[in-house]
T-cell receptor, first 110, second 115 residues
Framework: GENVEQHPSTLSVQEGDSAVIKCTYSDSASNYFPWYKQELGKRPQLIIDIRSNVGEKKDQRIAVTLNKTAKHFSLHITETQPEDSAVYFCAASIKNKLIFGAGTRLAVHP | AAGVIQSPRHLIKEKRETATLKCYPIPRHDTVYWYQQGPGQDPQFLISFYEKMQSDKGSIPDRFSAQQFSDYHSELNMSSLELGDSALYFC??????????????FGPGTRLTVT
């Protein structure tokens, strides 16, 4: 069935380091891959997304890559800051619904 | 910019009671989604509506129903509440982008506690 796997489940980095979160999806029909940042008790916030006809997209310190053949996509955060600490969810669009990964809790230590 | 509005923000109900959650999408967004998020879990898709018609259905219990009205707002009705229904309920909306792309913007959520 439809499934998105996300790794790692927790990630701890020092301020200024890079962080990488990886996801794989199962449905080859998926064509849209958003990433959400969620702080405790708050709404998921769309931070970046990538469409199936693009291999890479960058927005300031955040970049996403997509390998459609391998059904992999990744989030890269450079020069991490304490305010980047949150839970990050990847998702894959199946028809008009999102299937989320289990989330990665990122902690950035000063 | 206008965001998705949800009401109420917090709701406390007893077992076997009913609850109604409301969602007002971003203006000109034509699709509304409902998600349930338990503590420490990812959002689980419940149901979606496009132009007031149900467009997709996920893991929504039979005790729950939802609809989208002519003004595009949506309501999630929950009956015979169980302790396990305690969760954050998010509504999201997406604009008409076409090409099978659905950028979803989430509301602030309704925290439902069933006692």
């Amino acid at each position: 069935g439809e499934n998105v796997e996300q790794h790692p489940s927790t990630l701890s980095v020092q301020e200024g380091d890079s962080a990488v979160i990886k996801c794989t999806y199962s449905d080859s029909a998926s064509n849209y891959f958003p990433w959400y940042k969620q702080e405790l008790g708050k709404r998921p916030q769309l931070i970046i997304d990538i469409r199936s006809n693009v291999g890479e997209k960058k927005d300031q310190r955040i970049a996403v890559t997509l390998n459609k053949t391998a059904k992999h996509f990744s989030l890269h955060i450079t020069e991490t800051q304490p305010e980047d600490s949150a839970v990050y969810f990847c998702a894959a669009s199946i028809k008009n619904k999102l299937i989320f990964g289990a989330g990665t809790r990122l902690a950035v230590h000063p | 910019a206008a965001g998705v509005i949800q009401s109420p923000r917090h709701l406390i109900k007893e077992k076997r009671e009913t609850a109604t959650l409301k969602c007002y999408p971003i203006p000109r967004h034509d699709t509304v989604y409902w998600y349930q998020q338990g503590p420490g879990q990812d959002p689980q898709f419940l149901i979606s509506f496009y132009e007031k018609m149900q467009s997709d259905k996920g893991s929504i219990p039979d005790r729950f129903s939802a609809q989208q009205f002519s003004d595009y707002h949506s309501e999630l009705n929950m009956s015979s509440l169980e302790l396990g229904d305690s969760a954050l309920y998010f509504c999201a909306s997406s604009p008409p982008l076409g090409g099978g792309i659905y950028e979803q913007y989430f509301g602030p959520g309704t925290r439902l506690t069933v006692t």
